[in-house]
């Protein structure tokens, strides 16, 4: 299906406005190819692809094809990151202990400085190791350098001159300890403020080669830091461009490999079948139908795509394949899906308690904070393997009777009794199960809500928040500004691909 797209609408809509930024912001992400890698180390959720639809015929392509186009979806995850995640940072690659390439390095390192320590322990000392070492340090040091910064690029230049430094050194004149000297204080007026203790403590070390190791050491993380710079430096940049960026490459991607919007295709028309069977009481009404009405209009374009949005966070992410478009942003919708789960908890079991409890408690604002606090403490690990639910919730059943007793007991009222307090364990217990009727309300309400809220394009007032969400506000609100957001941005750089899908499907159906 993805190979019978309007390919003329897409490639119109994803017309670059400048050329020149385009190329520039190319340049700026192509010269992070490395950045990336060290990040997807640390882990999103498997993007590993199962139960292809066969939609489109399968085509050979050379190794040039395939390395180019991992190039091209490099730099594309690699923008896209920068702009989504205001926390993105460059880390230094740290090696698994124990691992092959980490005792390789170990001991290349090691024989190296050996080698050196031989050739500074030689009477008279032999000096090309180290003359190539102070190089790469002059290299390092001019690349941290502003344009502006005329003075210390000179003073670079002037003092490790490496021909001058290379007669000293036949001459027998050569004093290794000032050239380390100078380099040490040039790194202090060049560091990040957070670098100054680690070069402070190069000045304790004596001997030569462990203070050029150290030396290199800390250089490495300058580099980081510099990186780290340059990324918040070109951030605006990207964020003006980066949608055109995105949807050229991603067009790119998809001439090469046709069949990269099957699961696209197909999570749409699982949202339009949904919502025109209307299986979920939560279907949107921003299409203008009403959610009851069979003889109500057909769902809109945008209906489908906000309802398709909701079905992510709802997604099997272990047996199911994630949309394309969207698998960028995978893990932050997995972690809005996460957040979501451990909310529906909460606010089913201060739902439970508060109808439970005497009215004038469950009114009282420090009271309700307080108990809300204590069952997110107690819920902090749910997203791990290792949590159980039930055995939370008999925990958080025990401390809400006694809180609530207490409560009740210095405001006048009679405490809960025996039966009560079962009752109330026994209904916080019933919260473990998805099939429990007050935690499928939760669930209904705040999927209600994120609907309301990302059809409402932030517009002034705010959605309502539906009875019962009350003492989760904050939180919910939270979650929804993140999903709309991640929503928005989507929809602007594929919204061309989604209108083309749609207007197929909305069609025959």
């Known amino acids: 299906m993805s190979e019978n797209l309007d390919k003329s609408k897409i490639n119109e809509a994803g017309k670059s406005k400048s050329n020149d930024s385009e190329q520039g912001l190319e340049d700026a992400v192509e010269g992070s190819d490395e950045a990336l890698q060290k990040e997807k180390k640390s882990g999103s959720p498997s993007t590993q692809r199962v139960q292809r639809p066969h939609s489109s015929p399968p085509r050979f392509v050379t190794a040039e094809e395939l390395l180019e186009t991992a190039k091209g979806v490099t730099n594309m995850v690699l923008a896209h990151e920068i702009v989504v995640n205001g926390d993105f940072r460059i880390k230094p690659v740290e090696l698994p202990e124990d691992s092959l390439e980490k005792r390789v390095k170990e001991i290349v390192h090691k024989a190296f400085w050996d080698c050196l320590n031989v050739q500074l322990s030689e009477d008279p000392p032999t000096y090309d190791h180290a003359i190539k070492l102070v190089g790469e340090i002059k290299e390092t040091l001019l690349s941290f350098l502003l344009p502006g910064h005329t003075r210390l690029r000179n003073q670079i230049t002037e003092v490790l001159d490496l021909d001058l430094i290379k007669q000293q050194a036949e001459n027998g004149a050569l004093d290794i300890s000032k ?273 309301t809220y990302l059809a409402s394009g932030h517009q002034k007032p705010l959605p309502t928040v539906p009875g019962g969400l009350g003492p989760i506000q904050t939180e919910l609100e939270e979650v929804a500004i993140k999903f709309t957001r991640l929503v928005n941005y989507n929809k602007m750089v594929f919204s061309p691909y989604y209108d083309a899908i749609l207007s197929k499907i909305l069609v025959r159906s």
């Open 179 to 451: 050239l380390a000297e100078f380099i040490i204080g040039m790194m202090g007026t060049l560091c990040a403020p957070a670098r100054d203790e680690e070069v402070k403590k190069l000045k304790d070390i004596k001997e030569i080669v462990p203070l050029f190791r150290a030396i290199f050491s800390v250089l490495d993380l300058m580099k980081v830091d510099m990186a780290n710079f340059a990324v918040s430096s070109i951030r605006p940049h990207l964020m003006q461009q980066s949608v055109e960026y995105e949807r050229k490459k991603f067009q790119e991607l998809l001439e090469k490999q046709p069949n990269s919007l099957d699961f696209v295709t197909q999570w749409l028309e699982e949202a339009a079948d949904d919502l025109m069977s209307q299986k979920y009481t939560h279907a949107l009404a921003a299409g203008g139908g009403a959610a009851g009405s069979d003889d109500g209009p057909l769902p809109g374009p945008v209906a489908v795509q906000n309802y398709a949005y909701l079905k992510l966070l709802k997604w099997d992410h272990l047996q199911r394949p994630f949309p394309e478009t969207v698998l960028m942003d995978q893990s932050r919708f997995q972690e809005l899906q996460l957040r979501l789960q451990q909310l529906t908890v909460l606010g089913a079991v201060l739902l439970v308690t508060f109808s439970m409890a005497a009215s004038g408690i469950s009114s009282q604002a420090s009271f309700a904070e307080k108990l809300k606090r204590i069952v997110k403490i107690l819920l902090t690990d749910m997203h791990l393997p290792s949590f159980h639910l039930k055995d939370a919730l008999t925990t958080i059943g025990e401390k809400v009777c006694l809180e609530v007793s207490s409560c009740l007991s210095l405001c006048g009222f009679t405490p809960l009794t025996t039966d009560k307090e079962t009752v109330l364990k026994g209904q916080i217990q019933a919260v473990a199960s998805p099939d429990d009727p007050i935690r499928r309300i939760m669930d209904s309400r705040i999927l209600t809500f994120l609907e």
